[in-house]
């Protein structure tokens, strides 16, 4: 065991790490699937028609420009989603591999010590999986900053952390994208204006997203570790000799 202040610690078990694993994995293969779907839309004539039909309409661009960016976002986005999805899978794996090696050195050893790699994912996993609830990223932190244990310092910086692990996939999605949109605006010579404007609201609203993440996920870290705290006069209470 390792001791953070009052607190006792107990390593990672084993049902955290597979949890986190299948999650990555299952994750992945949903991205891909997600990816695969939206490349299966950037179809030149279903985006004419939709153009035509005025599904599909802009007050900047022409009807030409906006076939072409619709189709260019929705390649580069469905590849962005598969490149997330593939590198998810992988991370799964490394995470199974990584941990059964942390546990086998533990073991050997008989000294353990916080894993702040794991306990920053197991928390951005917990975000991910509760994304679905308002202010999702505070649920991760405070699984992550109860985990860890300390003081509010050590709570707010592995709460970032597994913000930072939770905003990571929506990055990358969003950095493919901006980069395959720069592409197609250079190609169909799209005017500069609109070029920057579009870029900068992308990757505004990518910052803004990441910093919502990290922000709130760094405060659920400080209500986690406060959490470990209040339980210590309980810890102590149980091993006090009868």
């Not at 599909?56 to 661009?61: A, D, I």
């Not at 986005?77 to 598969?82: E, F, P, R, S």
């Not at 990518?206 to 406060?226: D, N, P």
Request: charged share 15%.
């Amino acid at each position: 065991m390792v001791q953070h202040g009052d607190r006792t610690s107990e390593p990672l078990s084993e049902l955290v790490d597979w949890f986190v694993a299948a999650f990555l994995v299952l994750g992945g293969v949903l991205a891909m699937a997600a990816g695969a779907l939206f490349y299966s839309w950037a179809d030149l004539g279903l985006i004419t028609d939709f153009v035509a039909e005025g599904r599909l309409q802009s007050t900047e661009l022409t009807d030409p420009e906006l076939i072409d960016v619709t189709y260019g976002l929705l390649w580069w986005g469905g590849l962005g989603l598969v490149g997330t999805g593939l590198l998810l899978v992988l991370a799964g794996v490394a995470f199974v591999a990584y941990r059964t090696r942390a546990r086998r050195r533990r073991e050997e050893s008989g000294v353990v010590t916080p894993d702040t790699a794991a306990i920053a994912i197991a928390g951005g996993v917990v975000s991910l999986v509760t994304s679905f609830v308002p202010l999702s990223p505070i649920i991760g932190g405070i699984v992550s900053g109860h985990l860890r244990g300390g003081a509010g310092r050590d709570g707010v910086r592995i709460g970032a952390y597994a913000g930072l692990v939770a905003a990571l996939p929506l990055t990358l999605v969003v950095l493919i994208a901006l980069g395959g949109f720069a592409v197609v605006a250079s190609e169909v010579g799209l005017a500069a204006s609109i070029s920057v404007f579009v870029g900068v609201a992308i990757l505004f609203s990518a910052l803004v997203g990441v910093a919502y993440m990290i922000g709130l996920s760094a405060l659920g870290g400080y209500i986690g570790v406060s959490l470990s705290e209040d339980e210590a006069p309980t810890a102590r209470e149980q091993n006090r000799p009868v």
